[in-house]
């Protein structure tokens, strides 16, 4: 059940922006900005990037609204396996980083770094590799980096550190069922993740056979319920990812991982160990490898410590307001 659209007053009364800082540069952004609302179910995390337009933005906030104002689907598990996420640093830094993730036993690491190239990944890779032993499993992900022909030469020469998967290699749907043709015989499943989340139709990619696995996050997708209906439609395995979320946005994270009948993968859900400050005391982020599900509630005083300043707040809430607008106009 979903609960309707509330009053755009009753989602501004209780909005708190907070700008955190970031323990590592990544997706080019040292600081990162959320918007938190409170509903009679909790509190819920409204953060689309901020170069987002309204209409995907509102997406967003249709997740956030669900997520604080809607009981959720009940969970099959009380913790969430997570990896670890690897930023684009140099090689000599990945030993630092993954100190920062307890017990993950995934690692995901970005690759195709714009100003980067072929040998910063595989020397990224090797490194991850090195540090993290035989038996963990290695994902990477290009965020769309490359074209069909980049990506087929880079997998080739990462597929010696045997990768469990490589997401979002390529940025459109008929690139990346090229690709998976392509390297058919070489055991690399290819995961979708921007042809998810930012596509007008979700579901595109697995009728055209363009992905094995399905990267799926509640914001973007509109909340739980709407990325449960996707992955059950889409017919593939499914890892449960966050956008830098807060430790707030990351339970609804693990809400979704709870609620999916079959979860094969770790779980993109312990990004708060990116963040050098949070909205939660202790934040959400790994212990023993994993996340507990069930809610997260701000700490006042963390959110009175971080909060954005009064331009950035205005920003927010005149977005929130532009994105009441267009999901009521949606009906
Ligand atoms: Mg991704």
Same mark, same amino acid.
């Given at each position: 059940?979903?609960?309707?659209?509330?009053?755009?007053?009753?989602?501004?009364?209780?909005?708190?922006?907070?700008?955190?800082?970031?323990?590592?540069? $990544?997706?080019?952004?040292?600081?990162?900005?959320?918007?938190?609302?409170?509903?009679?179910?909790?509190?819920?995390? $409204?953060?689309?990037? #901020?170069?987002? &337009?309204?209409?995907?933005?509102?997406?967003?906030?249709?997740?956030?609204?669900?997520?604080?104002?809607?009981?959720?689907?009940?969970?099959?598990?009380?913790?969430?396996?997570?990896?670890?996420?690897?930023?684009?640093?140099?090689?000599?830094?990945?030993?630092?980083?993954?100190?920062?993730?307890?017990?993950?036993?995934?690692?995901?690491?970005?690759?195709?770094?714009?100003?980067?190239?072929?040998?910063?990944?595989?020397?990224?890779?090797?490194?991850?590799?090195?540090?993290?032993?035989?038996?963990?499993?290695?994902?990477?992900?290009?965020?769309?980096?490359?074209? !069909?022909?980049?990506?087929? /030469?880079?997998?080739?020469?990462?597929?010696? $550190? &045997?990768?469990?998967?490589?997401?979002?290699?390529?940025?459109?749907?008929?690139?990346?069922a090229e690709l998976r043709r392509r390297l058919r015989d070489w055991d690399i499943p290819i995961a979708a993740?921007?042809?998810?989340?930012? =596509?007008?139709?979700?579901?595109? !990619?697995?009728?055209?056979?363009?992905?094995?696995?399905?990267?799926?996050?509640?914001?973007?997708?509109?909340?739980? /319920?709407?990325?449960?209906?996707?992955?059950?439609?889409?017919?593939?395995?499914?890892?449960?990812?966050? =956008?830098?979320?807060?430790?707030?946005?990351?339970?609804?994270?693990?809400?979704?991982?709870?609620?999916?009948?079959?979860?094969?993968?770790?779980?993109?859900?312990?990004t708060a160990a990116l963040l050098a400050a949070d909205v939660a005391e202790p934040p959400l982020v790994a212990?023993?490898? =994993?996340?507990? !599900?069930?809610?997260?509630?701000?700490?006042?005083?963390?959110?009175?410590?971080?909060?954005?300043? #009064?331009?950035?707040?205005?920003?927010? /809430?005149?977005?929130?307001? /532009?994105?009441?607008?267009?999901?009521?106009?949606?009906?």
């Amino acid at each position: 059940m979903t609960a309707p659209l509330p009053p755009l007053a009753e989602i501004l009364d209780t909005v708190r922006v907070v700008s955190l800082p970031m323990g590592t540069r $990544f997706r080019g952004i040292d600081r990162r900005e959320a918007a938190l609302v409170e509903g009679p179910e909790g509190w819920a995390e $409204f953060s689309p990037f #901020p170069e987002y &337009d309204d209409a995907e933005a509102a997406t967003w906030l249709a997740a956030a609204v669900d997520f604080a104002w809607s009981p959720q689907p009940p969970p099959h598990r009380a913790s969430v396996p997570v990896n670890a996420t690897m930023p684009a640093v140099a090689a000599g830094r990945v030993a630092e980083v993954l100190a920062r993730f307890d017990g993950c036993r995934t690692v995901k690491v970005k690759v195709a770094e714009r100003g980067q190239g072929l040998a910063d990944d595989i020397a990224r890779v090797r490194a991850v590799r090195e540090a993290a032993g035989p038996e963990a499993r290695v994902r990477v992900d290009a965020n769309a980096g490359w074209n !069909v022909d980049e990506a087929e /030469r880079a997998l080739h020469a990462l597929s010696e $550190f &045997d990768l469990e998967y490589a997401e979002q290699p390529c940025a459109s749907v008929d690139e990346l069922a090229e690709l998976r043709r392509r390297l058919r015989d070489w055991d690399i499943p290819i995961a979708a993740d921007e042809s998810v989340r930012r =596509a007008s139709d979700p579901l595109l !990619v697995a009728r055209a056979e363009a992905a094995d696995i399905l990267v799926v996050k509640a914001q973007p997708l509109g909340g739980v /319920r709407r990325a449960l209906d996707i992955v059950a439609a889409a017919g593939l395995p499914a890892v449960v990812s966050s =956008a830098l979320d807060t430790s707030v946005g990351l339970a609804q994270g693990a809400a979704l991982a709870a609620a999916l009948p079959a979860l094969d993968y770790d779980c993109g859900l312990g990004t708060a160990a990116l963040l050098a400050a949070d909205v939660a005391e202790p934040p959400l982020v790994a212990k023993g490898g =994993a996340i507990p !599900v069930g809610r997260v509630d701000p700490r006042p005083e963390l959110l009175a410590e971080h909060r954005a300043a #009064p331009e950035r707040e205005e920003w927010w /809430r005149e977005r929130i307001a /532009r994105c009441h607008a267009a999901l009521g106009a949606r009906g």
